[in-house]
């Protein structure tokens, strides 16, 4: 395939990747405060925007560096198998301290473990879509971004019909079934497509090696993606 049939197909799908989920959530944010009311909407966009604004800091500087070094590594599946490890541990520098933050503020443990777990699997999402785009899956994230979004709403539907009290719990469950159900998709889809790369036999990568050299290259942008949230 030429350089230029490869980058319209890709552009088409991505434009699909990131055109139909917004068209479904355009549609949930009504049916949501038609449910909730606007002023409960509004309290539980405040908590979400917050766990995406921890997920940016957290998780930013590692997907741009997937972005930037999956295709110069020799051996991708383990680059692949070592920036989700990357990025599994270093939620933890924001999300314990998150916790406990939440914790003494609103007095509610539960929910400070949702948001704690939302922000976690949020970030996992991420740097699967991007090992799953920088692999040339393009198509695949349109499937992802539809089962994300599709099962959220579903579900967040199907709970608040059930009883509004407790909607915060109930919102943030559905997010984490949602992105657990695409992380799992994208998953399996990179796997099958790592598993089939005869670049296992390059030199080995080291965990510290690789978090140094997405930090040198992702911090400055990690600050960017802070501030323009």
Known sequence: MSIIKRFTKDYLNYLISIILPALINGIAVPVLKHL???????YFSIYYNGALLCTAISTGWIIQSIYRFYSKSDNKAQFSKLAISITARYQLI?????????????????????????VFVNAMQFAHLAIAQSSFLSKKTIYSE??????????????????????LYFLFIAIIVSYSLSVFYLRKQTKNLL???????????????????FFRYGLPLSVWFFIAY
């Open 146 to 167: 539809t089962i994300r979004s599709v099962s959220y709403i579903l579900i967040a539907v199907i709970l608040l019909l059930i009883t509004t009290r407790g909607y």
């Open 36 to 42: 909730l009311g606007p002023a409960n909407y509004g």
């Open 195 to 213: 598993l089939s790369d005869d670049s296992g036999s390059a030199a080995e990568l080291d965990f510290k090696g690789l978090t140094r050299k």
């Open 94 to 118: 924001i999300i314990l301290p998150g916790i406990i933050f939440l914790w003494f503020f609103n007095h509610s443990v539960l929910l400070a473990l949702l948001l704690g777990t939302t």
